[in-house]
């Protein structure tokens, strides 16, 4: 039931997942999404490569790009220190109601905000808006044809310091080309690649994690 994709995984987060637990909204997405009915989530394989990074660079400051149903906002909240933000954006004002609900089940509105509306807007404005230096680490998944744009974007407006990482996800499937020449050629970035498969396919994707070295 539930007349759009995001809608029937909404439903599926609201009978099968237990309010509050975080786990268990990624656990019961990840199951529906495997065996029902594919969805474009960062999925549990390059949801563990994504669970490892944020783990290690324990970010005060996060953004996301693309929220989609809100998968990886849960994700990644989940794993967030107390008094860490992940601000997620999103353009698509269904998928951001439907994510704004899959948060708030999870237990983890306390740590994200979710802007709605597109990123090359928007991320001009975050200094101002957020009261923000510069992010610690930024998770890429959005259109594909942004990742670059938008990077260059967040370097001119000062919200990437040395040492910022970039997580990019569907490098390879369905690819970002330009996003991958420019991390990898660029003196600005230490760039590495893990790889993975499409999320619930066994289709070669990865993950591209760029460090910026201001
Ligand atoms: N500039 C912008 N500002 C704010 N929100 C924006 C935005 N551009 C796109 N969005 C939103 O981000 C999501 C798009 C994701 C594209 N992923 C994909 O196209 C995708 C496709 C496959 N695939 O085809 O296998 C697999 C994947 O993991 C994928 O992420 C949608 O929710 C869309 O509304
Ligand atoms: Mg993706």
């Given amino acids: 039931y539930g007349s759009t994709r995001p809608e029937r995984i909404l439903a599926e987060v609201k009978s099968k997942a237990t309010r509050g637990d975080a786990r268990s909204v990624v656990d019961t997405i990840d199951q529906y999404c495997r065996h029902q009915e594919w969805a474009m989530n960062v999925?549990?394989?390059?949801?563990?490569i994504l669970?490892?990074?944020?783990?290690?660079v324990k970010p005060r400051a996060m953004l996301e790009l693309g929220t989609y149903?809100?998968?990886?906002?849960?994700?990644?909240?989940?794993?967030?220190?107390?008094?860490?933000?992940l601000i997620t954006m999103e353009f698509n004002p269904v998928f951001a109601a439907i994510a704004r609900q899959v948060i708030a089940w999870a237990g983890?509105?306390?740590k994200v905000v979710l802007i709605e509306g597109p990123?090359?807007?928007?991320?001009p404005k975050m200094k101002k808006e957020f009261g923000l230096t510069s992010f610690d680490l930024v998770f890429l998944d959005h259109w594909k044809d942004c990742y670059l744009p938008d990077t260059k974007l967040m370097e001119e407006?000062?919200?990437?310091?040395?040492?910022s990482i970039l997580v990019a996800d569907n490098v390879i499937c369905?690819?970002?080309?330009?996003?991958?020449?420019?991390?990898?050629g660029s003196p600005r970035y230490e760039s590495k690649y893990f790889r993975s498969h499409l999320e619930y396919t066994r289709v070669e994707d990865g993950i591209e994690k760029s460090v910026f070295l201001g």
């Fill in 43 to 48: 999925g549990d394989e390059k949801g563990t």
């Fill in 51 to 56: 669970d490892s990074i944020v783990c290690e």
């Fill in 69 to 85: 149903c809100g998968y990886s906002a849960v994700r990644i909240a989940s794993l967030l220190p107390p008094n860490s933000r």
């Fill in 108 to 110: 983890v509105e306390d």
């Fill in 119 to 123: 990123s090359g807007d928007w991320i």
């Fill in 157 to 163: 407006c000062g919200l990437l310091r040395t040492g």
């Fill in 174 to 184: 369905p690819g970002a080309p330009d996003y991958l020449e420019y991390v990898r």
